[in-house]
């Protein structure tokens, strides 16, 4: 019995092996990446006169801003149409990035248990 359950042991093992090489790879293949918020905005100015102040249709924009945290301040910066996309992309790749952490870490947790259970 002790060989079955080694056998199966050894399985799991290589397996674990197998998916964390796999996700190492997916790690080498991200581009960019970038951390934080994009938000559109339309603004009223202050000219009485202005369209934007009656009609919230006529208000100007679109302006796109980026905000993230920096040393516990959030920080921010305006962006042009063409960064937008690009920092969507890059936000995206964050955001596969830190699942593909947490699978690492769920590997390593199973990779673990594996070998302690290997010693008794």
């Not at 080498?28 to 202005?50: A, I, M």
């Not at 920080?75 to 593909?100: F, G, P, T």
Request: hydrophobic share 25%; aromatic share 8%; proline share 3%.
């Amino acid at each position: 019995m002790p060989e079955q359950t080694n056998g199966r042991r050894g399985r799991s093992l290589r397996r674990c092996e197998q998916e964390y090489d796999e996700l190492k790879g997916q790690l080498f293949k991200q581009g960019y990446v970038l951390q934080g918020s994009l938000t559109e905005r339309w603004n009223q100015c202050g000219k009485p006169e202005c369209r934007c102040k009656d009609d919230p249709q006529g208000r100007h924009g679109p302006y796109y801003q980026l905000s993230w945290k920096q040393r516990g301040k959030t920080k921010s910066m305006y962006l042009d149409a063409d960064q937008v996309q690009l920092c969507k992309e890059w936000i995206a790749n964050h955001k596969e990035l830190d699942r593909i952490l947490k699978r690492l870490h769920d590997v390593s947790l199973r990779m673990v248990n594996l070998r302690k259970t290997a010693k008794k």
